[in-house]
Nanobody, 115 residues
Framework: QVQFVESGGGLVQPGGSLRLSCAAS????????MAWYRQAPGKERELVAS????????FYADRVQGRFTISRDNAKSTLYLQMNSLNGEVTDVYYC????????WGQGTQVTVSS
């Protein structure tokens, strides 16, 4: 079955960096546009960034443009999110999934930016 295992989150000081990873399985990862999402308690999940199957088309939400970099390794069925210049507004649980018709959410990885 479709499965996503996110990792790499943690507690980081303002201005710091993190690299999130998402190991995907159960579907042909290399053929799907993938995305990172974030969710705060009691709020809707929102799109952070997406990357097309071959990596040629990338989208970033305005609030992370220039600070986050999404990438993928199709041979490893793994999605990445490099997060730089972190501030408190990015504190959330981060999830990966398909961009279109996302299903079967993983447990996510908590990112907390605090001094």
């Amino acid at each position: 079955q479709v499965q996503f295992v996110e990792s790499g989150g943690g507690l980081v000081q303002p201005g710091g960096s993190l690299r999130l990873s998402c190991a995907a399985s159960g579907f042909p990862f290399s053929t799907y546009t993938m995305a990172w999402y974030r969710q705060a308690p009691g709020k809707e999940r929102e799109l952070v960034a997406s990357i097309s199957s071959g990596g040629g088309t990338i989208f970033y939400a305005d609030r992370v443009q220039g600070r986050f970099t999404i990438s993928r390794d199709n041979a490893k069925s793994t999605l990445y999110l490099q997060m730089n210049s972190l501030n408190g507004e990015v504190t959330d649980v981060y999830y990966c999934n398909k961009l279109v018709a996302p299903t079967t959410w993983g447990q996510g990885t908590q990112v907390t930016v605090s001094s």
